[in-house]
């Protein structure tokens, strides 16, 4: 038996979601007030304003107040992040239910939309004129190398994508800091993609999540009462390609939901292969979640899926010159030893994984402070790993020893 056995897709089965109270159904509980919003609200103020929805309001990571200014706080070993990741909100929060996910619609019987943590952090709600004011004073200088809007099913989820981003590039050259989209495709259609191109957007992301249309049924679809489809979420991936071109689509990929590395890699190359990119998590089992019981992904697992992607997507390897076990862990890399000694000094390949930004192709902006793990124990480095912090990571890389 080995001590680091692969999770299979039974054992990382989702709780079932319970029943909502009709009381607390669609933001009901919130709609109930009539209070107008008030500047930057904190998640757990308790403060319940029905009125602060999107466009006019949005979401943003905690990473990206302390950046912009908007909330104090210190960031463990970083002093900002390059990328301004924003969320559309309503009171009635995302009718999906996606069983990893903290903004997922069961939580809507003991916990307000605006209050609910998503990767692993708080996300104030911020009037959207404030946050382009902030930025468009000075773009040039903008710590910021890139702008996304997360999309989440709701069915005002397309227009209000399309007036925030039309909001920022009215004042900020999309040139300057480019805009990604990270999108929903479940209530979507090739001229949405289209619009958000036209409308200035650099690059297009699904956020897939799961690796086999397997894990994705029992993560995101019927298996815990979710809208999702596996097939809708490839289509729509396909029209973004077309449109947006090389380079400039791909797809979010978990890590450590049931799949083996095997299938993650054959996705990654599939990805590359049709000339997109894979921006991948490390599965963390989110509080209040479907998936809170859940073991996070090994360390080994993810190490080896970090430095296999990272050198099919920036390092022309196929997945094909790589070696799996039995179990469908990487064995090879399919490049010589010194050369994959190099790269793993480098540490790149153990950043945090997203749409690039101003340093390097392989450098993303979405640095996402940790999104997908404590700081106790970083699965995506949000800063360049140094010397003590790639030690680390030689020693979880290896393959573990089997104990008969
Ligand atoms: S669609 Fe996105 S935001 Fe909504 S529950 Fe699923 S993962 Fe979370």
């Given amino acids: 038996m080995s001590c680091f056995e692969h999770k299979s897709n039974v054992e990382m089965e989702p709780r079932a979601p319970l029943k909502t109270p009709a009381d607390r159904k669609n933001g009901k509980h919130v709609k109930a007030n009539d209070i107008p919003p008030q500047g930057v609200y904190l998640p757990n103020n308790n403060f319940m304003a029905p009125h602060m929805i ?11 107040a302390i950046t912009l200014g908007i909330m104090g706080g210190r960031m463990y070993r970083t002093e900002c992040t390059r990328c301004l990741n924003l969320l559309l909100t309503y009171p009635e929060g995302c009718r999906a239910n996606c069983a990893y996910c903290g903004l997922a619609r069961h939580r ?16 104030p709600a911020v009037p959207m004129a404030e946050i382009v004011d902030i930025v468009a004073k000075d773009p040039d200088s903008s710590p910021f190398h890139r702008m996304c809007i997360s999309m989440i099913t709701h069915p005002r989820s397309e227009d209000d ?3 925030v981003l039309r909001q920022w590039t009215d004042k900020i050259d999309p040139e300057v800091i480019p805009v990604s989209i990270l999108s929903n495709p479940t209530t979507m259609t090739r001229a949405d993609v289209q619009k958000t191109k036209d409308l200035g957007a650099d690059i297009f992301t699904v956020a897939l999540d799961a690796a086999t249309p397997e894990v994705f049924d029992r993560t995101r679809g019927k298996g815990v009462q979710s809208p999702h ?16 071109g090389p380079q400039k689509f791909g797809a979010h990929i978990i890590v450590g939901m049931g799949e083996t590395e095997s299938d993650v890699l054959h996705l990654v ?13 490390c599965f963390f089992p989110e509080q209040g979640s479907l998936m809170d019981h859940l073991p996070a ?26 070696t799996f076990d039995e179990e469908g862990r990487v064995k090879t890399y399919g490049i010589p030893d010194a050369e994959l000694a190099d790269i793993i000094d480098a540490g790149i390949a153990f950043r945090t994984s997203g749409c690039p930004g101003k340093f390097q192709d392989d450098i993303s902006a979405c640095d996402r ?19 003590k912090d790639l030690r680390k990571i030689r020693k979880q890389l290896d393959i573990p020893v089997r104990i008969e």
């Avoid at 999107?54 to 990206?64: D, F, G, R, T």
């Avoid at 489809?229 to 947006?244: N, P």
């Fill in 54 to 64: 999107s466009p006019e309001y949005v979401q943003l990571s905690n990473a990206a």
């Fill in 108 to 123: 809507e019987a003991d916990r307000d939309y605006a209050d609910r943590n998503f990767i692993r952090v708080d996300w």
């Fill in 161 to 163: 994508t399309f007036t």
């Fill in 229 to 244: 489809k596996w097939s809708k979420y490839w289509d729509i991936m396909l029209e973004a390609k077309d449109i947006f």
């Fill in 269 to 281: 190359q599939e990805l590359v292969d049709l000339g997109g990119h894979s921006h991948m998590f």
């Fill in 297 to 322: 992904t090994p360390r080994d697992q993810w190490r080896r899926v970090q430095l296999a992607r990272y050198l099919i997507d920036y390092r022309d390897v196929r997945v094909e010159q790589m």
């Fill in 369 to 387: 402070p940790y999104g997908d793990s404590p700081p106790s124990d970083i699965a995506s480095y949000p800063f360049q790993p140094g010397k």
